[in-house]
């Protein structure tokens, strides 16, 4: 087959290309590859940041305060700090257009999951039902990817929707609030599962709690939103670093994707790209194409590419993404209490909501927010600054904050299309067309409903008013435009993700989702990238 040529770094890129480098094969990877900058004072804790740096504020907020989140109701309870912008870094001339739809992109070393939260959720039967296989099919995968990435949980009540594969670590140590919120579930438990469908358990996420090598363990210091010193938090750069090691990998960053060229023979001769830093545009020969670029700018360069071969303008259908609600709580038991800034800062349980015929709901983080940045939650209390200050320091061990996910489906009023460019020939701006699913509301009431419910009878206080509905586009959880189909029906793709449309072209990101469960897909798009690297190769 020869050389494959991978465009993207982002999850799904980087373990289709290890699993292809581990079975012999010749890879190619482009890639535009931002850098972060390497995380200062490796062993300071999150206090210790604050009194060793020599400018924190310009460490925490940024040189011009550009992170600092102010009060306004369209804004999110914390924001990401100035390392991550290297993550949301926009090159010039790369603009969208959206409507109903706020899309993100990233053009790091890594992609988006650079800035996730390292949330493990494998799909069970019930979410992989319109997929042309089951879990039974992917569970390898599964398995295979947390033996790469180190992955703690345990078998618990949340194991009904999350199955439980090999190569778990042992969960990490809990922090105050999350083993009070634990322990009062416990003793609740056939009242939550019987009267609220609801399940609580230990999140399971992409963090060390046993050493591996060249990574160390998490040591709890509180650091994660702004990058884990030590390794601990998985990032899919890391894997990319794993890649280097072939003799047989080869990667050309500095490399916009404009688009592909196809010889008329429904086989891909050649990608264009533009360097970001001198302009200059680049024709390079492909024998096998792989698009990984994430579905927003996998589905731009395969528009892009029938524009440019002369095809009509065509609509890219099924654009979804996961609506989530924030729903902030006090605990109760907490209040005056005193916090410790050393624990792990991210969710280390979920809650899943189950329907009344069974089937899923919502899923939902919970994090306790010891150390996330204290300022856009002290902006927005209705006191002055002084009080809320006060008030903040008595409640700070108390605070947390659920995020619900909630599923998608295809439907034709959700597209990515071009905008046509004067010359009608060269590929215009994308343009993104999203519509809320009819029954949206009414899930999202339920949902919160039983939430607020199950949050009171663990002692905990829901301000009223306080829940965030982010808009679409907030979750990057994007798929579904060029779905999976064992029919081979045009704009569509095999179940192994190779094109009906263009024999060597495989689609190995979340662009080929046939619908969208209510939970991170991150772990998913790795799984199913090495699943298609093995069955297709």
Not at 147 to 157: K, L, M, N, P, S
């Amino acid at each position: 087959m020869g050389r494959i040529t991978v465009v993207g770094s982002g999850a799904s890129g980087v373990h289709f290309a290890l699993s292809l480098l581990e079975r012999g094969h010749e890879v190619q990877m482009v890639d535009v590859g931002y850098d972060p900058q390497p995380p200062p004072l490796l062993r300071a804790d999150l206090n210790g940041l604050k009194a060793e740096l020599e400018d924190p504020v310009e460490y925490f907020l940024g040189s011009d305060f550009e992170t600092l989140v102010l009060p306004d109701e369209d804004k999110e309870y914390y924001g990401f700090p100035p390392s991550k912008t290297y993550v949301f870094r926009q090159p010039e001339n790369t603009d969208s257009r959206a409507e109903g739809f706020s899309p993100i992109y990233s053009y790091a070393k890594g992609g988006l999951a650079q800035a996730w939260t390292g949330g493990v959720y494998p799909f069970s039967d019930e979410d992989l039902s319109e997929f042309p296989f089951g879990y039974v099919d992917l569970e390898p995968y599964y398995s295979e990817v947390a033996r790469r990435i180190g992955v703690c949980g345990t078998e618990d009540d949340l194991a009904r929707v999350m199955p439980v594969h090999e190569h778990l670590l042992p969960p990490l140590d809990l922090d105050p609030h999350s083993r009070l919120l634990l322990r009062k579930y416990s003793a609740q438990r056939s009242h939550f599962n019987e009267k609220l469908g609801c399940y609580l358990g230990r999140s399971r996420v992409a963090t060390l709690s046993e050493k591996r090598e060249g990574r160390e363990v998490c040591d709890y210091l509180g650091r994660c939103l702004w990058g884990c010193p030590v390794g601990a938090l998985y990032t899919p750069s890391m894997t990319l670093e794993d890649c280097f090691r072939y003799p047989q990998f080869t990667y050309v960053g500095d490399s916009w994707v404009e688009c592909f060229s196809s010889n008329g023979m429904r086989r891909i001769s050649s990608i264009t790209t533009r360097s970001l830093g001198s302009g200059r545009r680049e024709q390079i020969p492909v024998e096998t194409l792989a698009l990984a670029a994430g579905t927003l700018s996998t589905s731009r360069i395969f528009l892009a590419s029938l524009v440019r071969s002369g095809t009509e303008p065509v609509l890219l259908e099924g654009l979804m993404d996961n609506r989530q609600v924030l729903l902030p709580f006090l605990n109760l038991a907490l209040v005056g209490k005193s916090y410790s800034p050393a624990s792990y800062q991210y969710h280390q349980l979920a809650i899943a909501l189950e329907s009344e015929g069974g089937s899923s709901l919502a899923h939902g983080l919970v994090t306790a927010l010891t150390t996330a940045p204290s300022h856009p939650i002290i902006a927005t209390m209705p006191v002055d600054l002084r009080t809320a200050v006060l008030v903040f320091r008595d409640i700070r061990a108390a605070l947390g904050l659920v995020n619900l996910n909630f599923h998608d489906y295809r439907r034709s009023d959700c597209t990515i299309s071009l905008m046509p460019a004067d010359d009608g020939r060269k590929a215009g701006v994308p343009i993104i067309s999203y519509s809320p699913p009819t029954d949206e509301g009414s899930r999202m009431h339920v949902a919160l409903r039983r939430t607020r419910k199950a949050l009171r009878r663990l002692g905990c206080l829901v301000p009223p008013g306080s829940a965030h509905v982010r808009p679409m586009g907030a979750s990057v959880h994007y798929a579904g435009t060029i779905p999976m189909s064992e029919k081979p029906v045009p704009l569509t793709v095999s179940p192994i993700c190779r094109s009906h449309d263009f024999e060597n072209l495989f689609v190995v990101d979340g662009t080929t989702f046939p619908f969208l469960p209510a939970k991170n897909i991150t772990f998913t798009l790795m799984a199913n990238a090495a699943r298609i690297a093995d069955l297709a190769f």
